[in-house]
């Protein structure tokens, strides 16, 4: 599956042949061992900087091809790669991400197997582990479904790269730097892939049959799991979450998942994702165009599945439990029709104005059940919820609406710390002007909200299903799947969220 580069952490050590990347800062400056072998060689490295006009700007780079070298006598080296950092002092851990996506990006696209990275300043060991982890991020594929010969003639020039095997990355302080990747940062690569895994992978495979079945097996990482299939969701009430799997022929779910890392009074934290496997829309069904995108409407879930694992990898001192709605939006004799009115678990009852306003109806159960049986100290959800959102934001932000103003500056620190960041929507206090447009005639409340504000009327009908608990709904629609590219990803289901909500994790509860 994702098979990507081995990466070692050593000492600062020239080798002698092979592809060396060596960094260098504003203005060109060299590090003590570029500035060396450009000494005793004839300056080649100064004299190539010259001749292409690099200038050290963040993320440029500057290939010295099979250079001459006569000291030390026995190199002979394939390439000398120059990246620059910019302003060395500027950067962050983000920023070293990146720089390790872009020269990884580099060597796939050159083809290169091994290469060695040697970074020569005092720098934090967690900033070398970060480009360690962007050098694994950039690497992640989902081809399994390209037979061998395909995959040659594809006209994705990405698949055209051959494996990196290997990649050394030197520093002063090496061993600090990998305890960081391995504790820290693989775990968090672990989950991002699960949940781009996840969301890449088509409808016809991970159906909530299927999917729940995924998540079952997770208990090997132990995380507590249990599964509510349609016969004890009808006992526990859930017509909300039922009505939109009616119309598949596949079986409704809740999957609940628990890690149990902090003290046992402890209150857990709680993440809830819309896991919705495809969205046809239903009875008011979608147009044809673009319509496959909907295998990607569990994107929501996928983050919750892949945080999940991310805590257990790391062993988080903490609680926390996943929970996931798992349905198939489908039109049917049987499905939901608009004007039907549903019975969610809390009581409320809900007109189904329009069957494609489906992801609040399987959150609104969702959200009732995780709040009153495991009373989190902070609740949030995630859900590709809404079109809206993404022409009120584009694909660079996620939407973040919250009851709580704490917890709403905690998210937007971590969007800021993670380059996975949200902006702040309005959100009406029940009652408010925004609070009425879901009021109905026959229920109550209806599931959508008219014409304008759709991202902001779709929270609206979350936070009915919200006591006090302190919460925050994250609309993903722009930024889990056909996300921008990145020097860190180049996945169409982005994995968005799970480095999100581990750092607010680690930086407010572990510390
Ligand atoms: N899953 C969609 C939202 C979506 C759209 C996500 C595009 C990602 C990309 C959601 O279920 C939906 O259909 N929302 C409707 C709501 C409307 C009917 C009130 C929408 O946004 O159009
Ligand atoms: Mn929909
Ligand atoms: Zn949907």
Not at 124 to 141: H, P, S, W
Not at 422 to 451: C, H, Q
Request: aromatic share 6%.
């Amino acid at each position: 599956m994702n098979k990507t580069a081995k990466i070692n952490f050593e000492k600062i050590s020239l080798p002698n042949s092979g592809t060396v990347v060596l960094f260098t800062t504003k203005s060109n400056k060299l590090s003590d061992l570029a500035k060396e072998l450009d000494t005793k060689n004839n300056k080649f490295i100064t004299k190539a900087i010259k001749a292409a006009n690099f200038k050290s700007a963040k993320s440029s780079i500057l290939e010295i091809l099979s250079p001459t070298i006569t000291d030390p006598k026995s190199a002979n080296y394939d390439r000398i790669i120059l990246v620059g950092l910019g302003d060395n002092k500027d950067l962050t851990k983000i920023d070293w991400r990146h720089l390790g996506g872009t020269v990884c990006g580099h060597l796939l696209a050159k083809n290169i197997e091994s290469a060695t990275l040697i970074t020569e300043t005092e720098n934090d060991a967690e900033f070398i582990a970060n480009l360690g982890l962007g050098i694994t991020l950039r690497q992640y594929k989902f081809d399994k479904y390209k037979t061998s010969k395909a995959k040659n003639n594809s006209d994705d020039e990405t698949e055209k790269e051959s494996e990196l095997q290997k990649v050394s990355i030197q520093s002063i302080d090496a061993s600090a730097a990998k305890k960081q990747f391995t504790n820290n940062l693989t775990p968090i690569q672990q989950g991002v892939f699960a949940a781009r895994d996840l969301v890449n992978e088509p409808a016809n495979i991970l159906g909530p049959n299927e999917y729940a079945k995924r998540i079952k097996a997770l208990s090997s990482l132990g995380l507590e799991i249990k599964i509510l299939s349609d016969k004890e969701l009808k006992s526990e009430k859930m017509h909300a979450l039922l009505g939109v799997g009616e119309g598949s022929r596949q079986g409704s779910y809740l999957a609940i998942m628990q890690w149990k890392g902090g003290a046992k009074s402890e209150q857990p934290l709680a993440i809830v994702g819309k896991g919705v496997t495809f969205d046809t829309g239903g009875i008011s069904i979608k147009g044809a165009g673009g319509m496959e995108d909907m295998k990607g409407d569990m994107g929501g879930s996928a983050t919750v599945v892949g945080l999940m694992q991310t805590l257990a990898k790391r062993k988080a001192k903490i609680n926390a439990v996943g929970v996931v709605g798992l349905v198939e939006n489908m039109p049917d004799g049987q499905a939901t029709r608009p004007g039907d009115i549903l019975t969610s678990k809390s009581g409320q009852t809900i007109e189904v104005i329009n069957t494609d306003a489906e992801g609040r109806l399987v959150l609104a159960d969702a959200l009732w059940y995780t709040q009153e049986k495991f009373n989190p100290k902070y609740m949030i959800n995630l859900a590709t919820l809404t079109g809206a959102i993404m022409v009120a934001l584009g694909k660079e932000y996620a939407g973040l609406f919250s009851n709580n103003d704490e917890l709403a500056d905690m998210l937007v620190a971590s969007g800021k710390d993670t380059g996975e960041q949200v902006w702040r929507m309005p959100l009406g206090e029940p009652g408010s002007s925004y609070d009425k447009l879901i009021n109905s005639t026959f229920a109550d409340m209806k599931n959508t909200g008219g014409r304008w504000g759709g991202a902001i009327t779709a929270a609206q009908f979350l936070q009915r299903y919200v006591n006090e608990t302190p919460w925050a709904h994250i609309d993903i629609a722009g930024v889990a799947m056909a996300s921008n590219k990145s020097a860190i990803n180049q996945s169409w289901g982005s994995g968005y969220g799970v480095d999100l909500l581990n750092n607010w994790i680690s930086e407010n509860f572990e510390k």
